[in-house]
């Protein structure tokens, strides 16, 4: 049975691969989001686990080094092409909604 | 190192409250080793010193329905992710796995909010479907070995089995109870106390059930507890396959061996079933067909009747005015050549005679045996004999 491909990314899913970048674990992955953020957007290990796993499967992404026991990952072309799209569709929404919504801007 | 067993019935979703349980125990100084069971239930304790651990309990559909306390590549992985983010991992039963920590983590595994409510009403829902089937499995075989071997031991075997399914029944309800009323009353977790009762009652009912079935088998009472002791040792034995040698670096063979072990199962199910069915029908019919009952051999006093094997049965008699002579009729099933070998071989019959249908054998006492099909009636007195070959020679005549 073919899977259906992700079309759009999640919150989660936007800031995961962004901070697989460069190569990251787990770990690592749940700290950089929370600094990027500045503490908004957490990333709890049981999500984050499924959403790698998931990754993984679909290519997004991949291990680039294990050691020990601790895995690390890290995204491929695939993964950065639709990070990509994603930027440009965000990027466009901001601008298609800026004439409505730009009076909110200092509230 | 002294070590406590406790026997407690924790469900999935009931991870928050068993969180609570094992943090209070190790507060008064029993820190968790494993948990274990067929029935999921047994944890087990090692006494340390009292300390704070702090203990989170994970839930999860990831796990071998079969063999829970096995553990497979994606849950290594798994376990391995969790311990980067300071959860080292103490032991599952399958669908509740507990880890530990020294300090109080500051990200939980799961968020609590909606869409993790959905998937652990999802893990309850597919637990209960495990619990129906899981245990019918458990309930063919432990029955499988039990009417054997009463069979085998001349119990009453209707009381016996009737009893033993209100046994398995009542404890399997009281196991899924907790599901369903989980399901249906919106999430409503019992209290800690409330749980520690349900498992006393359980214990208790299974005690109650057990004392009394042994009460019903008073008769057999040694040889049966030999049964359960036997039951026992191969539930311990698959017990033992499921905690060491099935591993993942194994999987194949494993699975190979597994399947023989239940297509083995399945094949003495459906054997068991088919001698079964048909001995419950020839025990109905048995009055009916006492084909070669002769004239002067009415039975005027059943002295015993006995369910020899789960292949035949005996009637004993004994009649005051002719000779005692026991009459046997042989099971219609796959068995039935064997079974019929076997009593000619034990006392050495010879053919004499036969004739459409009638076979008449001598055995090495005198005794006389006259088998008709699946019939077969031993005459044990040497003096009728002569009497009884006259009786057949006109029941022939009238029947010509």
Redesign the interface.
């Known amino acids: 049975m073919p899977r259906k491909q992700l079309d759009t990314l999640t919150e989660p899913m936007y800031y995961t691969l962004i901070a697989l970048l460069n190569p990251r ?3 690592e992955i ?1 700290d950089f989001v929370l600094a990027l953020t500045s503490d908004r957007v ?1 990333l ?4 984050l ?1 499924t959403m790698l ?1 998931k990754f993984e499967s679909e290519n997004i992404i991949e291990e680039v080094h294990v050691e020990g ?3 690390t990952y890290v995204i491929t072309g695939k993964g950065k092409a639709m990070l990509k799209e994603e930027y440009i569709r965000l990027k466009k929404m901001i601008t298609e909604g800026e004439p409505w919504l730009s009076r909110y801007k200092d509230e | 190192m002294k070590k406590k067993y406790k026997f407690m019935s924790f469900y999935a979703f009931e991870n928050k409250v068993l969180e609570q349980y094992l943090r209070k125990m190790a507060n008064k100084g029993w820190k968790l080793v494993k948990l274990q069971g067929l029935l999921k239930n047994m944890m087990i304790f090692e006494k340390c010193e009292p300390q704070n651990i702090y203990y989170y309990v ?1 839930v999860g559909t990831n796990y071998s329905i079969m063999f829970p306390n096995s553990t497979n590549p ?1 849950q290594a ?2 376990r ?6 300071g ?1 080292d991992f103490v032991s599952s039963n399958g669908p509740i796995e507990v880890y530990s920590s020294k300090e109080e983590s500051k ?5 609590e909010d909606e869409t993790r409510n959905e998937e652990l009403r999802k893990i309850a829902k597919r637990e209960l479907l495990v619990n129906i089937f899981l245990p019918l499995l458990y309930i063919f075989i432990g029955r499988q070995m039990f009417t054997g071997a009463v069979n085998f031991y001349f119990a009453n075997i209707d009381i016996v089995l009737g009893f033993f399914y209100v046994f398995v029944a009542c404890i399997w309800l009281s196991m899924l109870y907790p599901y369903v009323r989980w399901l249906v009353h919106k999430k409503k977790v019992y209290k800690l106390r409330n749980i520690i009762l349900r498992t006393y009652l359980q214990i208790c009912m299974a005690i109650s059930l057990t004392i009394s079935l042994f009460f019903f088998m008073n008769e057999n009472l040694g040889l049966v507890s030999i049964l359960f002791i036997i039951i026992l040792m191969i539930v311990k034995f698959i017990t033992w396959i499921d905690e060491r040698a099935f591993t993942y670096k194994k999987k194949l063979l494993m699975k190979i061996i597994t399947l023989i072990l239940f297509g083995y199962l399945l094949f003495s199910f459906m054997l068991q079933y088919t001698l079964y069915s048909v001995l419950h029908q020839d025990v109905r019919d048995s009055d009916k067909q006492a084909g070669i009952i002769l004239p002067s051999l009415q039975m005027k006093e059943v002295t015993g009747f006995q369910q020899e094997s789960m292949f035949s049965e005996v009637i004993k008699t004994y009649d005051k005015d002719t000779a005692d002579f026991t009459y046997i009729h042989l099971k219609n099933t796959l068995l039935k050549g064997y079974m019929k070998a076997r009593i000619l071989n034990e006392q050495k019959y010879k053919k004499v005679a036969e004739s459409s249908g009638l076979t008449i054998y001598q055995g090495n006492d005198n005794q006389l045996l006259i088998a008709k099909d699946n019939q077969m009636i031993v005459f044990h007195d040497t003096k009728i004999k002569d009497e009884v070959l006259k009786d057949i020679a006109t029941f022939y005549a009238s029947q010509n």
């Open positions: 674990c787990g770990v749940t957490c709890v290990p049981g999500t686990y796993s026991r601790r895995r | 994970d994606s992985q798994y391995a992710f969790l311990e980067e983010y959860y990200l939980p595994i799961h968020e």
